[in-house]
């Protein structure tokens, strides 16, 4: 039997199993309601607008409805998980690795040596606390984020790395910048097990949102989403399905101004956010 992936941008793939819980909760003819009350449904975001429209089960009890068919219908889902990097060939080999703060504060003495002394360094590394920092990979269900909000991650790497900059003695807003020197803006591609997406409520409401939406104005594109998905495992290299390295990066420390990775400039126009 062919898995069942869920793509939170592709409509298709997730539409027909919301509708099918929506029609056990409120009958068939709930599309038509939504319609009908399109002005009332003023955002995409809302889950509220929709849900109020029916009397004869609330927004918990279509949420719950939805939660049922993910869970029986879903095998896998897509994730993304976006770093700065020389080596993605590697990620095929270890897959994606939960931070190592080791390895990572000497690759950082590494990359800053010619700029600081040891003794700044061990200030920085001094200075930043650990105690959120846990074993655990990292990864969001919309890669569109990353090149919307999100963008620090592909342009200057690990958020320890850039929390060390920071705290260097003398840092600027220029510091920063340095990180860009090193590897090239990559996101990967992962399918991973449904059964590990645990904070479910949370993605039924928002599918519950954007649903209610595009039937109610007849739109067919999802919305973005900013949803995380934390694993206290590595993502192991068969979960990669392949990788990409976006070019314009909207970077959200320089106004969102947009930073080409490939010509290793900022353009020009800035992205409206």
């Given at each position: 039997?062919?898995?069942?992936?869920?793509?939170?941008?592709?409509?298709?793939?997730?539409?027909?199993?919301?509708?099918?819980?929506?029609?056990?909760?409120?009958?068939?003819?709930?599309?038509?309601?939504?319609?009908?009350?399109?002005?009332?449904?003023?955002?995409?975001?809302?889950?509220?607008?929709?849900?109020?429209?029916?009397?004869?089960?609330?927004?918990?009890?279509?949420?719950?409805?939805?939660?049922?068919?993910?869970?029986?219908?879903?095998?896998?889902?897509?994730?993304?998980?976006?770093?700065?990097?020389?080596?993605?060939?590697?990620?095929?080999?270890?897959?994606?690795?939960?931070?190592?703060?080791?390895?990572?504060?000497?690759?950082?003495?590494?990359?800053?040596?010619?700029?600081?002394?040891?003794?700044?360094?061990?200030?920085?590394?001094?200075?930043?606390s650990t105690e959120t920092i846990n074993d655990a990979t990292h990864a969001?269900?919309?890669?569109?984020?990353?090149?919307?909000?999100?963008?620090?991650?592909?342009?200057?790497?690990?958020?320890?790395?850039?929390?060390?900059?920071?705290?260097?003695?003398?840092?600027?807003?220029?510091?920063?910048?340095?990180?860009?020197?090193?590897?090239?803006?990559?996101?990967?591609?992962?399918?991973?097990?449904?059964?590990?997406?645990?904070?479910?409520?949370?993605?039924?409401?928002?599918?519950?949102?954007?649903?209610?939406?595009?039937?109610?104005?007849?739109?067919?594109?999802?919305?973005?989403?900013?949803?995380?998905?934390?694993?206290?495992?590595?993502?192991?290299?068969?979960?990669?399905?392949?990788?990409?390295?976006?070019?314009?990066?909207?970077?959200?420390?320089?106004?969102?101004?947009?930073?080409?990775?490939?010509?290793?400039?900022?353009?020009?126009?800035?992205?409206?956010?």
């Amino acid at each position: 039997m062919k898995k069942m992936i869920l793509d939170w941008k592709e409509a298709t793939t997730w539409d027909a199993i919301v509708k099918k819980g929506l029609t056990k909760c409120l009958g068939k003819f709930y599309a038509k309601t939504l319609k009908t009350n399109a002005d009332s449904i003023a955002y995409v975001d809302c889950v509220d607008d929709g849900c109020a429209l029916f009397s004869r089960a609330g927004r918990d009890a279509q949420i719950a409805c939805v939660i049922e068919e993910l869970k029986r219908c879903f095998d896998e889902i897509f994730v993304y998980h976006a770093c700065r990097t020389n080596e993605p060939t590697s990620y095929y080999e270890k897959g994606i690795l939960p931070l190592s703060l080791i390895g990572s504060q000497m690759q950082f003495r590494d990359r800053f040596k010619s700029y600081v002394s040891p003794v700044d360094i061990d200030t920085a590394i001094t200075a930043v606390s650990t105690e959120t920092i846990n074993d655990a990979t990292h990864a969001i269900i919309d890669d569109r984020c990353f090149l919307q909000s999100s963008g620090h991650y592909l342009i200057y790497g690990s958020e320890y790395q850039q929390s060390l900059v920071v705290h260097l003695p003398g840092a600027n807003e220029y510091t920063r910048d340095i990180l860009k020197k090193f590897g090239r803006a990559t996101i990967f591609v992962c399918c991973l097990p449904f059964s590990e997406i645990y904070a479910l409520e949370h993605l039924a409401s928002r599918m519950l949102a954007d649903h209610f939406y595009r039937l109610a104005h007849n739109i067919q594109d999802v919305s973005i989403i900013d949803y995380s998905v934390t694993l206290r495992r590595k993502i192991s290299p068969l979960s990669i399905v392949r990788h990409y390295c976006p070019a314009r990066i909207p970077d959200p420390c320089k106004g969102f101004a947009i930073w080409n990775d490939e010509q290793n400039k900022y353009e020009m126009e800035m992205l409206h956010h």
